[in-house]
T-cell receptor, first 109, second 114 residues
Framework: GQNIDQPTEMTATEGAIVQINCTYQ??????LFWYQQHAGEAPTFLSY????GLEEKGRFSSFLSRSKGYSYLLLKELQMKDSASYLC??????????FGPGTRLSVLP | EAGVTQFPSHSVIEKGQTVTLRCDPI?????LYWYRRVMGKEIKFLLH????????ESGMPNNRFLAERTGGTYSTLKVQPAELEDSGVYFC????????????FGPGTRLTVL
């Protein structure tokens, strides 16, 4: 099976930068995905990486290293509304999505 | 454009009863997925439809769960009879055929089995 690990909780200050790490164990996949989920709401798609490197989308960037089984989501210029859970997911070859446990981020004023 | 909708938003039933959850995907999306999140655990894949066909149902827990997507539009997920361990939030997601990896999630149905 696939094991996906993320820190359970993180805290950061408004205006700061935070990096949320994700490690996984799978032999190959069609992509690594990041979702944001506010409490009681649907997960919303943030980004995905297929190849190694950094993908930037405004204040959010995602990095992937397939050889290391590692990804991170970088959030810049944190805002209070960024307080949410951040879910890392992979789609192994021939399978459907496997989600990590999520990281609950609290942004403090 | 309307997003993915799910009905009901909450359902509280007793053990042994039947419940049917409904998902309306974004219009034109061929792919439809069901997921479940049990309290304190990660979101788990249940099954995947492409139009009206079940592409992958490897995540369905047991034969008490039945999913249908007649006509390839909305989908239903029936749990019969419900057990205590079925409690959780059931999410539906859809994606277009040409961008299968970008899933749009519905708000979920919170099911509580007493």
């Amino acid at each position: 099976g696939q094991n996906i690990d993320q820190p359970t909780e993180m805290t950061a200050t408004e205006g700061a930068i935070v990096q949320i790490n994700c490690t996984y164990q799978t032999s190959g996949f069609n992509g690594l995905f990041w979702y944001q989920q506010h409490a009681g709401e649907a997960p919303t798609f943030l980004s995905y990486n297929v190849l190694d490197g950094l993908e930037e989308k405004g204040r959010f960037s995602s990095f992937l290293s397939r050889s290391k089984g590692y990804s991170y989501l970088l959030l810049k210029e944190l805002q209070m509304k960024d307080s949410a859970s951040y879910l890392c997911a992979v789609r192994p070859y021939g399978q459907n999505f496997v989600f990590g446990p999520g990281t609950r981020l609290s942004v403090l004023p | 454009e309307a997003g993915v909708t799910q009905f009901p938003s909450h359902s509280v039933i007793e053990k042994g009863q039947t419940v049917t959850l409904r998902c309306d995907p974004i219009s034109g999306h061929d792919n439809l997925y069901w997921y479940r999140r049990v309290m304190g655990k990660e979101i788990k894949f249940l099954l995947h439809f492409v139009k009206e066909s079940k592409q992958d149902e490897s995540g369905m827990p047991n034969n008490r769960f039945l999913a249908e997507r007649t006509g390839g539009t909305y989908s239903t997920l029936k749990v019969q009879p419900a057990e205590l361990e079925d409690s959780g939030v059931y999410f539906c997601a859809s994606s277009p055929r040409e961008k299968g990896n970008e899933q749009f999630f519905g708000p979920g149905t919170r099911l509580t089995v007493l």
